[in-house]
């Protein structure tokens, strides 16, 4: 019985290949690049295992196990380092998970289309900028002589390090990160809320209920799914405070605080040459967000019926 299912199965492959063949065809140039650039470089993790020296290259270099992972967790500021990258992302991830439902309730409540069109596209134009453009006009708005610290003089208070404070530093990366990703998941629960059901909104009307009892009663239970997922979802990316913003706006007084396994890796691999070093750190963060990943997925199928494959 199973043989004749799997010969069943084989033969309903093939006429779909003969069928759809040109739409296989088109598959293979995304699947050599994803080969190329993603599996084939995967090879280079066996330098985490090695003491790697350029000139010998990486099969000619010394094995040595688990040293690098060793002298990782010796280091003492790789539990600072990994201690600020839970932190900062953590951080990023309470405050952008209500700002973008608060937001999307207050534009669904608009009735001038053109007017909720506009300031949708306006507050989701900062996803499409480079952090390289932002950490410019950051550093710009938040040094000493910035148009921020003009604006606390003019009040009568004191200008702030915002650069070199730990605090004031963590704060504004917190919140330069919601002012550039806030407006994608605005986008995302705006569609979560048309798709409701209008008769429900129509009965409520009849029975009396205000806009607010509407939206407490009505709106947030049926967009409730797509809440949890998009909270369950951003656990995966717990391990990433965020590279690219970081890299961009950081400098040696801020290290202790918000130097993370990104920029810690990038500056042990690239700019003090210890390659096996950074392979090693940047192997352990892998694993760790693989494990993240796969658990946020298992949970969001569990509770909300979300499925990858």
């Known amino acids: 019985m199973k043989r004749n299912q799997g010969r069943t199965l084989t033969a309903s492959v093939r ?53 690098n992972f060793s002298y990782m ?46 300031v949708q596209t306006i507050i ?74 209008e008769s429900l909104f129509e009965a409520a009307k009849i029975d009396g209920a205000s806009r607010i009892k509407q939206i407490w009663y009505i709106t947030l239970p049926s967009i409730a799914p797509i809440v949890m997922l998009m909270l369950i979802l951003s656990l995966g990316n717990v391990m990433n405070a965020g590279f690219e913003q970081i890299f961009n706006l950081y400098n040696p007084l801020v290290y202790d605080s918000a130097d993370i396994i990104d920029t810690f890796v990038y500056r042990v691999s690239l700019v003090e040459a210890n390659y096996s070093l950074g392979t090693a750190v940047g192997l352990l963060k892998s694993v760790a967000s693989f494990i993240l990943i796969v658990s946020s997925y298992a949970i969001a199928n569990k509770y909300t019926d979300y499925t990858v494959f």
């Open 15 to 67: 006429r779909d290949w003969r069928k759809n063949w040109q739409l296989h065809l088109l598959l293979w140039p995304g699947l050599i690049l994803l080969i190329i650039f993603k599996f084939i470089p995967m090879g280079g993790i066996v330098m985490a295992f090695k003491d790697y020296v350029p000139r010998k290259g990486i099969f000619g270099s010394e094995w040595v196990g688990m040293e």
């Open 73 to 118: 967790f010796s280091l003492p500021n790789t539990w600072q380092v990994l201690w600020n990258t839970l932190r900062i992302a953590i951080e990023k991830i309470v405050v952008n998970f209500p700002i973008p439902i608060l937001i999307a309730l207050m534009l669904n409540e608009i009735q001038n289309i053109r007017l909720k069109k506009t």
């Open 124 to 197: 989701y134009l900062p996803y499409f900028i480079s952090w390289v453009i932002i950490a410019g006009i950051v550093q710009d708005l938040f040094t000493e002589e910035g148009m921020v610290n003009q604006m606390i003089q003019g009040l009568g208070m004191q200008p702030v390090f915002f650069m070199g404070e730990s605090g004031a530093f963590e704060a504004m990366l917190v919140g330069t990160d919601v002012w550039k990703n806030f407006g994608y998941g605005t986008v995302v629960y705006l569609a979560a809320i048309t798709g409701v059901d």
